[in-house]
């Protein structure tokens, strides 16, 4: 009887900790952000405060189930992306996406440094309307404050189906740090950012 009891007991434990874990999971949200190089976003926005998750990825194409090798040469339409998971009792999409210009440069067409084509473009995938006017408010408040010389030509839409990369481009940066591009770009960025 006891043991049954403590059995009993244990699964109602079990069952309430897995509704919180649930509860909790269902206030998080996200947004997904294309600014060239996905290792640089990646390793740029996992740094910051209330960022649960940085995933590297592809979005924004005509092609299931893309591989790197694909998107690379530009002919799949998906621009290298970063999903992020992030709570929003501690940060929000309008803090997110107001780093998201300080982070890279909103521009130029389709490149970012050395890193040329449309994969590499500059993008804003949005979840829902509020994160859209959100986006299109802060984007016109960057692009009238002066600090760019030209226009920002960041895309503005509605996420699609986001692909997850290939393992080796998760976590890329911490893993590689002294790879040649990683010392070249990212450690800079990320000095410069003050967030290394």
């Known amino acids: ?70 998107v690379v040469t530009g002919r799949t339409g998906h621009a290298e992306v970063v999903q992020l998971t992030f709570d929003p009792s ?37 979840e829902n309307e509020e994160q859209r006017k959100i986006a299109e408010t802060s984007r016109d408040e960057a692009n009238a404050s002066g600090k760019f010389a030209d226009p920002i030509v960041t895309e503005i839409t509605a996420a699609s189906t986001f692909y997850v990369a290939e393992d080796y481009h998760q976590e890329y940066y911490d893993l590689n740090k002294s790879y040649p591009y990683c010392r070249a770009v990212i450690t800079p960025k990320l000095k410069k950012l003050g967030l290394e």
């Not at 929000?92 to 449309?118: C, M, S, Y």
Request: glycine letters at 8%; one cysteine or more; charged letters at 20%.
């Open 90 to 126: 501690k940060t929000d999409a309008k803090t997110l996406i107001d780093f998201f210009w300080e982070a890279h440069d909103p521009t130029t067409l389709n490149r970012q440094g050395a890193d040329v084509g449309t994969q590499y473009r500059s993008a804003i995938f949005y």
């Open 1 to 70: 009887m006891r043991k049954r009891l403590a059995l009993t007991l244990g699964i109602l434990l079990f069952l309430q900790s897995s509704m919180l874990t649930d509860a909790k999971e269902q206030n998080l949200e996200t947004i997904t952000f294309g600014a060239g190089c996905f290792w640089c976003v990646e390793a740029v926005y996992q740094r910051l405060d209330g960022v649960v998750d940085a995933v590297s990825g592809y979005m924004g194409g005509d092609v299931a189930n893309p591989s790197y090798k694909q």
